[in-house]
């Protein structure tokens, strides 16, 4: 049996409960045994060990819904095990693991091998989410059935869309049966058709194909109509324009069972932000206007955008050291993720619980995970940060196996101390 821990005085947030202030908790057999809501428990027994927070932030860990690996198949740009260690130093304690890897995760095999390699490493909690169709390819359902019970908790083809709506209903229809979410890019695939920018004037200046916002709107709208015809639970996959933001509330006025996500690039950088080609600024979604960023900070300060992502995406130098049309999109992002979404406190954008609500209770209510939450009997996945602390993101600095991040070379506030997952401290400093 692991001894317990007490960790004192800390500033407690826990937005499942609604709580900010002052707080302790003790953390026995991998779960949350006690809580205080002061800084500490007075007396305690000799055999507690005591880590004190020194009035740092102790929030629950950190659940990030959208990570790539290249595991299997693509290992070289990121392992299950260096992905892992990467979202420890970035106090993310759940992982969701993409299904576009080779073979592509489309049966229960494939999940069962993520499920065991995770266990085998022993650091995050790790789950997959299964492909969609066969394949990702959008043309014949995958066994959603099987893959739900071997532990995918949502389905999706990733980043393509699935353009037959036929295919989609099933999908949808089929998944609704098991409680299994659908999770799907809003892009229309003919005028995103090899694109790379997003069409404006400063995409026409920098001779880049480009793709118009309504590209985004136009395949929402399809998504939605196929929601309410079906009643399945069903996930926006990264909104990004001003446009489609009015269709996700028109949707969500209707009562439709939808959930909206965003990336922490599509609201942290512009379209001006990839500069002279700057490729690690290359995403998909590409990055939008100033005011379409805008416009997304403005939703997820009004819950209208409830979860947000990493949309971890390792891609090694020499996929990105190309010619910007042909260089690789994505993004590094599970070590960055708490530091830059912390940035909106800061800036006084958007309360410091909404911000940590996104990113912990909000994809756990959506996937139905026990974690998110610190409460008596919740797994023992915890973060403590610095909330004020300096960091300046150095891109050959971080742990991922791909150093491509959009973030290299920018100045935050947040740095992450301790990171536990089921009691056991997996990252420190």
Known sequence: MS???????????????GYDGPGAVIVTEGVVADIAYAPDFGRLSADIEVIDAGGALLIPGLIDIRVKTGEPGAEPKETLKSAALAAAAGGVTTIVVQPDTNPVMDEPSVVDFILRRARDIELVNVYPAGAATKGGLGERMAE?????????????DADRPIVDSKVLRRVLSYAKAFGVPVA?????PWL????VASEG????????PSVPAIAER??????????????APFIVDQVTTGAALESLK????????????????????????????????????????????????????????????????????????????EAAPGAVGLQTLLAALLSFHHDGRIPLIDLIRTVTSAPAKLLGLQAGRIARGAPADLVICDLNAPVVIQ???????????????????????????????????
């Open 3 to 17: 001894r317990p821990v007490a960790y004192l005085n800390a500033r407690l947030v826990d937005p499942a409960s």
């Open 144 to 156: 959603i059935g099987l893959m739900h019970e071997a532990g995918c908790l949502y389905v999706t």
């Open 184 to 188: 799907h890019r809003p892009a229309d």
């Open 192 to 195: 995103s058709a090899g694109a």
């Open 201 to 208: 004037e400063f995409a026409a200046r920098m001779g880049l």
């Open 218 to 231: 136009i395949m929402l709208e399809r998504d939605l109509a196929l929601v309410e015809l079906t009643g």
């Open 250 to 325: 028109r949707g969500l006025d209707r009562g439709l069972p939808v959930t909206a996500t965003t990336s922490i690039n599509h609201l942290s950088f512009n379209e001006i932000d990839i500069g002279d080609y700057r490729t690690f600024c290359k995403v998909d979604p590409p990055l939008r206007s100033e005011g379409d960023r805008q416009a997304v900070i403005d939703a997820v300060a009004s819950g209208l955008i409830q979860v947000i992502v990493s949309a971890h995406a390792p891609a090694p130098a020499e996929d990105k050291r190309l010619p910007y049309d």
């Open 395 to 429: 891109a050959d600095k971080l742990i991922s196996k791909s150093k491509n991040s959009p973030f290299d070379g920018r100045r935050l506030q947040g740095k992450v101390l301790r990171t536990v997952v089921d009691g056991r401290t997996v990252y420190a400093i």
